[in-house]
């Protein structure tokens, strides 16, 4: 793949691709994707992210350099430009300005405010999740809207939109028929954190506008992310992207391979039957070319949904389990209290058909992956704060006011 | 019905009820309407209602008198008291104190930005409509999680959220038989404005908070309301409601009354295929009532749909023409380009028996209701400007840049 249209005299024009949320995991990753594949990249980002760690007192496994000095590790590699507008998208100037200098024939939109732990430990950061997540996005679908109508948004939505329900999981929409008659209709949402619930309110947004301002939406509704190397972030330490196992910010599996690494017994909420769908972040990055290289149509709100494998809790916990033993590492599994709220046994069947259709090539969950995510947590294992790594926000002991303790 | 509990001493307590938006179009009559009935009644409102009529050079049919004299004319009435908190929804602290002091036992929530047009004026205008609502009803969410757990949401949400699918529309929820499973769901929805979809977010986030927190809340999806007399703002014209005939503010029957009465022709959008469900505000205050009579479940997040009748808006007109001939008025129609994106033909079939079944005795468009609204809107005809009467809002002209000129 390569990121250039051909012009009419003959000269290839790179496709321009504004990451909003570039300095993130799953953006930053797909930033230096992109730039390796000849788009023109711009980072948007506010860096917020690096913020909510120092307030909690969280970091990554991974030392990760300040995205000035990942640019320019990347320049000096390869000789490649991603330019970098440093704002809030709750700004609308400053997402104007960034917009009307760069000109994006696609926007890949990452920059929210991704935890739903972090949405779930006081009232002011619910509000922040849904205000940040929800207006953000408003502002993005009105600048697409005044300055570049047919520039295609590639929206970061999540399979945990859909909730659980007991039937199969469609990608976006389902055909209904009822008392004799049929409709395909937006597939019912049963979100369970305010976070999730802001996605649900990003996908309502931007379906209205696709309809009303012929809008060119594709929402990608994303499956837990594993992994960290990249071909790209792999090339230089400067570009080593953030890996987070802390119980705010860390995901199930990534989560799992830190707690093996230090020994720590694998904590799985509750009786472990959750059961969701999984990517490796090779694959995040990927999609993403396919949705840019494909763009939907004028007036089209595509859902595409974003995973590779299901897994429940503990079949991930017996994986690195095995994976661990094979390494000589002692694995524990307890059960700690679920601090959400969620059903612990329960139907799982999502169909993700779609992104398979335009070209993805899948990474499964493979012994090799997990012996060389697992050395990978090892060789960083000392950076560990063993702190982290216990759940410390419960969904029912939410309260009005604000959290003032970090640890 | 009456507002009060069985104390053990057997003396009789009367429920308390807050009702926020309480000075706009129903929060005044629903106030009135449970103060007759013996609730005790606070109003919380932060009156921007009024600041909305002021800025755009708007104003009610009927001349309404300040907050303030409304309820000091109540009390010189009826000896009944209503308590004010003049604020914010959205300021905690404020919302907070005023659960506090006055510790309700439902709190009915009118207190939204409640214009389609408004909302799709410009793009500061669909921010503060999202913002507002969202975070509006998130505080009141919170605010009964950590005061009064106890207390009865009842949360005015609009037919307008299911927009107008192919098949019957259910109260909230549909059971759907896919691929051989089957479940019961919240039911789709498609709204078509900034406006509609922050009803959409609140009933998602309401319901989350049902399952996660134990909330009870009643969500109700209200049709498009007519008419203006109710049997407490008739007594006196300082207590008389508000009657928004302009194109951002004012509502289909509502508006071609108006328009019948200073000899404008009716003002149909498009093919005047539309169809919605409709109810007198008699039947609003009476539903309200009912709702809060008989309230939810701790955990239960109960959605009836509250209108009573279906009109198109071609029958709608065809009914007002016949009516104004009755009265020696010449009633002419005509099609005015759709300002909004919306099917103008379109199967539509919503049920509402679930109030009906709590008991409402609906009050039905008949000929001596459109006689009475008619001569109520010629008597107050010289105050019509008639500039307000067409639209001015375009769903598709909607631009970033704010909207600063007034007419
Ligand atoms: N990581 C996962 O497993 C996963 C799974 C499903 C979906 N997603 C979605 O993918 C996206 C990226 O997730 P991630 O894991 O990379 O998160 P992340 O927290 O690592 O990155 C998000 C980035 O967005 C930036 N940001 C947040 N609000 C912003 C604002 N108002 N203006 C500008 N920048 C802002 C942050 O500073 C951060 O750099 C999110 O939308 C997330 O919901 C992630
Ligand atoms: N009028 C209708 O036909 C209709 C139809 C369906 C649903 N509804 C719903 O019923 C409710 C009431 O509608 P209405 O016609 O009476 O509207 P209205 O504009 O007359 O009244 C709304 C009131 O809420 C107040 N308010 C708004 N935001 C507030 C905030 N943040 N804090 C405190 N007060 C705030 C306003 O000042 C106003 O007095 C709304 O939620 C509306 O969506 C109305």
């Not at 990608?220 to 330490?237: I, K, P």
């Not at 694959?283 to 949705?291: I, K, N, P, R, Y």
Request: hydrophobic residues 35%; glycine residues 8%; charged residues 20%.
């Amino acid at each position: 793949g390569s990121g250039s249209d051909q012009a009419s005299d003959g000269a290839s024009v790179p496709k321009k691709v504004m990451v909003i949320g570039g300095d993130g995991y799953c953006g930053w990753a797909t930033s230096l994707h992109l730039s390796n594949k000849n788009y023109e990249v711009a980072i948007v980002d506010n860096l917020v992210r690096r913020l909510f760690d120092h307030q909690l007192g969280l970091d990554s496994l991974t030392p990760i350099s300040s995205i000035h000095n990942r640019i320019r590790r990347w320049k000096s590699l390869t000789g490649k430009d991603i330019q970098l507008y440093v704002g809030d998208i709750c700004d609308f100037e400053f997402l104007s300005e960034a917009f009307k200098s760069f000109e994006p024939d696609a926007i890949v939109h990452f920059g929210e405010q991704r935890s739903a732990p972090y949405s779930m430990i006081d009232r002011s950061r619910a509000v922040y999740t849904q205000h940040n997540n929800v207006i953000g996005t408003l502002n993005v679908l009105f600048a697409i809207k005044e300055f570049g109508e047919d520039c295609h948004l590639v929206k970061l939505g999540t399979m945990g939109e859909y909730g659980t329900p007991n039937i199969d999981i469609e990608e976006g929409y389902i055909t209904i028929t009822h008392n004799g008659r049929t409709d395909t209709l937006p597939y019912p949402k049963q979100a369970s954190s305010f976070y999730h619930l802001s996605k649900v309110h990003d996908s309502h947004n931007i379906a209205f506008t696709c309809k009303a301002w012929g809008i060119r939406a594709t929402d990608l509704n994303q499956g837990v992310v594993y992994g960290v190397r990249t071909d790209e972030t792999a090339m230089h330490e400067e570009l080593y992207n953030r890996f987070d196992y802390d119980g705010v910010f860390g995901t199930a599996l990534n989560r799992f391979c830190v707690q093996a690494a230090v020994g720590h017994p694998l904590t799985v909420y509750g009786k472990g039957g959750q059961t969701r769908g999984y990517l490796d972040i090779r694959d995040t990055v990927q999609c993403v070319e396919l949705a840019i290289a494909n763009p939907a149509q004028r007036g089209e709100f595509r859902v595409f949904n974003q995973f590779t494998e299901q897994f429940s809790v503990n079949e991930l916990a017996a994986l690195v389990t095995k994976a661990g033993e094979k390494l000589g590492l002692e694995v524990q599994t307890i059960s700690v209290p679920n601090p959400r709220v969620e059903a612990e046994e329960h139907y799982y069947n999502a169909k993700h058909t779609k992104l398979v259709e335009l070209g993805l090539k899948p990474h499964l969950l493979s012994d090799s992956l997990l012996d060389s995510l697992l050395n990978f947590t090892i060789q960083y294992k000392d950076r560990v704060d063993s702190k982290q790594i216990m759940p410390s926000v419960s969904w029912r002991k939410i309260g009005a006011k604000p959290k003032t303790v970090a640890a």
